[in-house]
């Protein structure tokens, strides 16, 4: 058993010492946030996920985790806070991964193991992390081990992930790596890839940024179909059984902590990124896509209100951060859109989120952002005599056609143009635009 102090209890670094406590090691969780540490004393998660709660209560009963304001002495200090993203420099901001070293500077002992799991760019642990920690009297692979070792589980599932993924290790040195992976294997069941910790910090930035680069084509697949007026669904599904083809799938943009950032982490001090770069670019372009789309619906209509499906940045999760959604509505308002939000996860929001008939009530359009499974199912006949104009923009290609338009919608989706003429009740037909999608 070793004594874990863990920095930073986010939605990785809590389930993370959580899993280290229920594996027979003692976790102290340290968070500056004094509210989060507050509920976690009187036994309740601070956000909940699948599990979550129940990895609480038995590390609790073990009395093998506790919640504390401050660092603590300790075998291992484990670094789980934010990197947030610098949008005027882009460039990975440090400052919390750094500060966190600074507080573990006094209390460092010879033969500690520090391990980062914040996403980090590539060298941070061998340049920045080393600088701090040897603030100390102690020096690194000499007195005191460092590694990478990021987190790489999907919210959403995080706690299957995080025990049955494989992991990357990577120490400053061998004994690091070593180290570390004897400390792993307590609770990861998947298996333990075990390299360089600028490797590691260069392998996490390359996995978000494939999924990137790979959205980004199919959006600007998508668009390249709206142009020729075909299915880009059914297209990608039948290329996809291609053997070697894995084409991913359109949306109204990237969202999330990660994917949207960590490819500014790999391009940051990179001489040829012209590419990662581009598909940022066109990942984030797509809200204007999508609202584009919403206008050329809802030509001629006057004072036009539009409902958004979904706020959160994927399905079934209540989770917004860097949402799609919000640059949407952000765009939609100006642009002279009255937006209602209902979203069936998410609560407290920078937009107000309402009820389902509230939101949809005078609506001129239903514009379908999150693959919420509620959407998938959803029977829209209700709508009709709430409604103002029953048009839908589905982004993620999830409602049931059949079932929308038989309750007299006009769908229209994201990659596959559809010829029909909008649904506009108190206009003359000479007064629409045709449609394009
Ligand atoms: N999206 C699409 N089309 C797709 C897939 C996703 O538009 O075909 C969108 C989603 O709707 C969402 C965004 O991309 O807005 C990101 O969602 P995601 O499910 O791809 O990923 P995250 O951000 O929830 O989690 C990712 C994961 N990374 C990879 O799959 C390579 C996860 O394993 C990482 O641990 C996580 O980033 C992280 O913390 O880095």
Redesign the pocket.
């Known amino acids: 058993m070793v004594k874990i102090c863990v920095l930073g209890l986010g939605y990785?670094g809590l389930p993370t010492a959580l899993l280290f406590a229920n594996s027979g090691h003692e976790v102290v969780g340290v968070d500056i946030k004094h509210q989060m540490v507050e509920t976690l004393k009187t036994g309740k998660m601070p956000f909940e996920e699948n599990g979550f709660q129940e990895l609480l209560t038995s590390a609790l009963e073990k009395k093998a985790f506790r919640a504390e304001s401050q660092v603590e002495e300790s075998d291992v200090f484990l670094v789980a806070v934010p990197t947030p993203f610098d949008p005027e420099m882009r460039m990975a901001d440090l400052k919390y991964v750094i500060s966190a070293c600074e507080m573990i500077v006094p209390l460092l002992r010879k033969g500690n193991l520090v391990i980062i799991e914040s996403?980090i760019p590539p060298k941070t642990c061998d340049k920045q992390v080393k600088q701090t920690l040897e603030k100390s009297t102690f020096r690194m692979c000499e007195d005191f081990y460092v590694s990478h070792c990021p987190?790489?589980?999907?919210?959403?599932n995080t706690l299957h992930?995080m025990v049955y993924n494989d992991r990357v290790i990577g120490g400053v040195d061998e004994k690091s790596t070593q180290l570390t992976a004897e400390l792993y294997s307590s609770f990861v069941k998947g298996n333990l890839h075990l390299t360089t910790s600028t490797t590691a910090e260069m392998i996490?930035l390359m996995?978000?940024t494939?999924?990137d680069v790979?959205?980004a084509l199919?959006?600007e697949f998508a668009q390249i179909a709206d142009d020729y007026g075909i299915d880009i669904w059914k297209a990608i599904e039948i290329a996809n059984q291609h053997p070697r083809v894995n084409i991913?799938?359109?949306?109204?943009?990237?969202?999330?902590?990660?994917?949207?950032i960590?490819p500014w982490f790999l391009t940051e001090n990179a001489s040829n990124s012209s590419l990662i770069m581009m598909a940022r670019q066109i990942n984030d372009s797509m809200p204007q896509y999508v609202l584009k789309m919403v206008k050329e619906v809802l030509a001629g209509i006057k004072n036009p209100t539009i409902t958004v499906f979904g706020a959160a940045?994927?399905?079934d999760i209540a989770d917004t951060r860097a949402?799609?959604a919000k640059k949407f509505i952000k765009l939609a308002e100006k642009e002279g859109f009255r937006v209602k939000v209902y979203d069936p996860f998410v609560r407290g929001w920078c937009y107000p989120v309402l009820e389902l008939n509230e939101a949809v009530d005078g609506s001129d359009c239903i514009v379908v952002l999150?693959?919420h499974s509620e959407f998938r199912n959803m029977d829209p006949t209700g709508f009709r005599n709430k409604m103002f104009h029953l048009n839908v923009i589905d982004t993620r290609n999830i409602i049931n056609l059949s079932v929308w338009q038989n309750s007299d919608f006009y769908v229209h989706t994201i990659g596959k143009k559809l010829l029909k003429l909008p649904h506009v009740k108190d206009l003359e037909k000479s007064d629409i635009l045709p449609i394009v999608y």
């Open positions: 990785i996403t987190e790489r589980a999907i919210p959403g992930e996490k996995e978000n494939f999924r790979n959205i199919a959006n991913l799938k359109p949306g109204p943009g990237v969202g999330g902590h990660c994917i949207a960590d940045y994927k399905g949402t799609p999150t693959d």
